[in-house]
DNA sequence: CGGCGCAGGTTACGCGCGTAATCATCTCCG
DNA sequence: CGGAGATGATTACGCGCGTAACCTGCGCCG
């Protein structure tokens, strides 16, 4: 029962016709000069085989596949990432597209390598590429989809600063005037950190208040106490903490619960990413919420204008973060 | 500058030898008939152009890639999933072959079509597949790799079960009689939680108690606290609850702080997965851990015997997991 | 001195596919 | 009635690679 499996020979001489007439048909050539009854003859005889065609080859004829490769950074990735992946997945396949990801970790082959190896259609990154896997992508001419544009910078930028904004713009509202600002604790998320926290700061600025005082919260549960006792002794005007995500913010809880500290009426928190657990914090946490599948949808088009050569669109800010305010503010 | 990739072809000339040359010394050929100094001026030629072999191309020569293809149900997947792939595009890279992970939804291309697209090298799942998935790549000979067998079933049905038992061993060490399961709420995720379910109810039975009364947790707040309450009004005998996951805990550690029930006085609950945020709920979450990188390390271990026609290991549940005792029992 | 084995290559072919160039009919009109 | 399209399918080629089969000197032994 080892039956290799069907090439498009096969379906040509299942259906008595030559392998171009079977390449024609099953690509709907733009000249169509195929009569539609040995059309269907081919497509029948293409599902009787259950044929697919082999992507090695299509690849090898045309130059490039329909892979387009998303690269994660060696970063750990919280609760949103599966989904975020998962809508990419959903929105490409639409297109035709194959999405494949490729976690950037030491041992695997480095980018510009794997996209050779695959004839990527294109790279989509959500964070700036080293600049030798940047220019080892240009070199090979495949296209880098930044993850949509919107003037000067890179959407996750963007999204990020207004993420910080947004927070900030909540609690101030509320009356708070001296904030903080609890980073996390792995050096390498930096990058998605600082433009949050920068956020943060305009929204202070722009509100005449003092600078949010940084502190940052370990991973583990002691450390956590200690950094927030640090913060309450260090920084007495502080009545309100923008956490840089929904885990940052659980640490943060459990150290003013910890320290019997009252939430939100000494210190309010807020976090970001909306994940499902953020409910049930106690008390239930207020958070700027990501809906995983609008910036999917959004990053897909992107991804999809920018390879038929059309301007980027600005991205929705507005239907990707949402304010979910609840119990700690 | 847009230096079409280096093929074997460029390679060659530029080492001014013929192709084939180029293909053997690259591929360190069994029978090893170069010259050591041949073998360095095409090494030599190959790094200066910045040479990578086309997978495609090579692909297309043998009749199959390197691609290793992880199935991914359509399931809401947790917090946990991402760290355990990437774990596995280590453990496989490190083997030389290439992790591509392919989410089940329902736009992007069946499994076996996608199979034979990339000529793929096996397909790793950790579920049991549909009919039509598995009966459609037995007949590509594309071999499918169960997620370690142990003897008669699936790893994850066996981790699973030993999960739900471990909870239960737990509890009823603890001296309690009466436990209860709170099942999650999505019907998709039925394949996941029967077996713990079941790990549950074997431990009961065998510790003479009556079986897990069986209660659904719905994933909103509200919806969390109607299902305790029922629970404690239907089954007043129950003194402990066994989570399908840490989430799910989550939830009805909300529905009891909601109802004023003491935690751990009144009701005991455990969880599964040790995420990161198990640490901070309050009271802090008992959980049976899972150590990704281990399962990972496991799951690819037992990929590469496959390959190699080795004899299956069995799951090194121990290594896998293990009990985290925190303040919720 | 002829032939033989062997190291060190090279030439030739096919993998499955897309597609340009070509060919065989058949129709229709001058 | 002959030839110019139009129509519908075919033949031929190359994409980049692995590898079986085949050459070519050269040392060595009978």
């Known amino acids: ?71 994660m950074p060696d970063v750990p990735s919280g609760e949103l990432t599966p989904r975020f992946v998962d809508a990419v997945t959903r929105s490409l396949a639409a297109q035709g597209l194959t999405l494949v990801v490729h976690f950037d970790v030491p041992a695997a082959p480095r980018l510009p390598r794997l996209a050779a190896m695959l004839s990527v259609r294109a790279v989509v990154s959500l964070f700036p590429l080293s600049e030798p896997d940047a220019s080892g992508l240009r070199r090979l001419g495949v296209p880098v989809l930044p993850a949509g544009t919107d003037g000067d910078g890179l959407a996750v930028a963007a999204l990020s600063l207004r993420q910080g904004r947004m927070q900030a713009e909540h609690l101030i509202g509320r009356g708070h005037t001296g904030l903080a600002y609890a980073r996390p604790a792995d050096p390498r998320l930096a990058p998605f950190a600082d433009p949050r926290h920068e956020g943060v700061r305009l929204a202070c600025a722009e509100g005449m208040l003092a600078a949010p005082v940084p502190f940052t919260v370990p991973e583990d549960a002691a450390g956590a106490v200690t950094a927030v006792r640090a913060l309450l002794a260090d920084a007495p005007g502080v009545t309100a903490v923008c956490a840089y995500n929904d885990e940052v913010a659980f640490a943060v809880l459990h150290g003013l619960r910890e320290l019997g500290v009252d939430v939100p009426g000494r210190i309010a928190v807020i976090g970001v990413d ?11 946490l207020s958070t700027v919420a990501v809906a995983p599948g609008a910036a999917a949808r959004h990053l897909a088009r992107a991804a999809i204008a920018h390879l038929s050569g059309e301007p980027a669109a600005p991205v929705p800010a507005d239907e990707i973060l949402h304010l979910v305010p609840r119990a700690t503010t």
């Open 1 to 71: 029962m080892s039956t290799r499996r069907a090439t498009s020979a096969d379906v040509a001489r299942e259906a008595g016709v030559s392998r171009a007439t079977v390449s024609y048909v099953l690509n709907d050539a733009p000249g169509e000069r195929i009569a539609p009854q040995t059309r269907e003859r081919v497509l029948a005889a293409a599902a009787r085989l259950g044929y697919a065609p082999s992507l090695a080859g299509r690849a090898l004829a045309n130059g490039r596949s329909d892979i387009v490769l998303l690269a």
């Open 274 to 284: 909306g994940i499902p657990l953020s409910a049930y914090s106690c008390p239930p």
